[in-house]
């Protein structure tokens, strides 16, 4: 069990472990030369690494940007944190958590054997979270021993094949292609920021196409536009909060130039993320040939969010923007009602409202890419509060599962155990 129980939490569970090892057996399975496995397997881990990297940087400086606007305006609520809620309950759900996963992925594999879902889900660190959310809201539910971890483990799996699923019609507008899936739970705001898209703008009128003077031609570059967008908010927010308060986050560096230095890095950040998805798309496409056509036929590999944001790096901004604005607004509705407050998290509303809004602009041009984030946001905002009474003992823990996919899942078992009980 120790051993099974490491082989989950700390192997299977790290993306570019995972990954590479995709990568080496699709290759083997395609009887590629001993260099070609080497050097794919390699690069995709490398690749994923090289992703990680970028995300960190980004999380840093959102994390500092989210504690300056609570100690600025003095926000108590409850932070949605998919990290911080998984380690409390592995404090008592560990061993279920690790079994529903490692059967989990599994099952996986069988639905997209047996079944026309022909997805992989490869985002590993999602399907730990979902295994723990799995864990929590069954034992909740009165669920214990075998029948949490063979009910947690059918679910589990079936939602790795479900959601890229549901998703796939969507992500085929966005990249031209159907090599990959979606592997992100986070879908359900995806597909409703697709659908808002479709309705609201004209896929026509892409992002990607804004129109810019010759004078402005430096902001055609999708990276300095990025990194003159977030140098603005960061310097806007810095000087609302004043030297004092930025201060605690800064380290002793002067507040404006503070500002100034986590807008470039955010944008840094974001340029290390196309580079790691550049790398992992060059190995894993063709290496899933392999499996595709000997395990699973017809499989194609879902992969985490971030793989979206080269195809409209324009509408990534609008949509962060647009689901944070609209994270915001759904802040001060809770105030006013019985729901527990949820404040907007920085980290999610970039990671989730950046890929609904690529999702918009594939539906529905720039005004699809403002409303998808939006409609994201709000669903990221008002699910976590549902989800909390679901969570029973970790409901109190002052944090909440984040992403829209989660809120979903946890709601509707908290329905059934109540409509069953």
Known sequence: ???FEFLMNEILSLPEVLIGVIVMVGLLLQRAA??????????????FVILGAGAGVLIGSLDALGGIIRDRFDIQGVIPNNEAIVAL???????????IMGFGFLANILYARFTPLKYIFLTGHHTFFMAALLSATLGTAGMTGLPLIVTGSLILGGLMVLMPALAQPFMRKVTGGD????????????VAAGLAGQATGDASKSTEDIKIPEKWSFLRD???????TM???FLIL???AGPTIVGEYSGGQNYIMFGLMQGITFAAGFSIIMAGVRMILTEIVPAFRGIAEKMVPGAKPALDVPIIFPYAPTAVIIGFLSSFVAGLISMFLMGITALAVIIPGLVPHFFTGAGAGVFGNATGGKVGA??????NGVLISFLPAFLLPVLGGLGFENTTFGDSDFGVVGILIGLLANLFS
């Open 1 to 3: 069990m120790a051993f």
């Open 34 to 47: 001993i260099a070609k496995v080497f050097s794919g397997t390699v690069k995709a881990i490398i690749g």
């Open 89 to 99: 309950a592995q404090q008592t759900l560990g061993t279920e958590t690790a079994l």
């Open 179 to 190: 090599d990959i899936a979606m592997g992100h739970f986070g879908t359900i705001g995806y």
């Open 222 to 228: 999708s990276l300095v536009s990025t990194a003159l």
């Open 231 to 233: 140098i603005i908010m």
């Open 238 to 240: 810095v000087l609302i």
């Open 370 to 375: 403002a409303v998808g984030g939006a409609v």
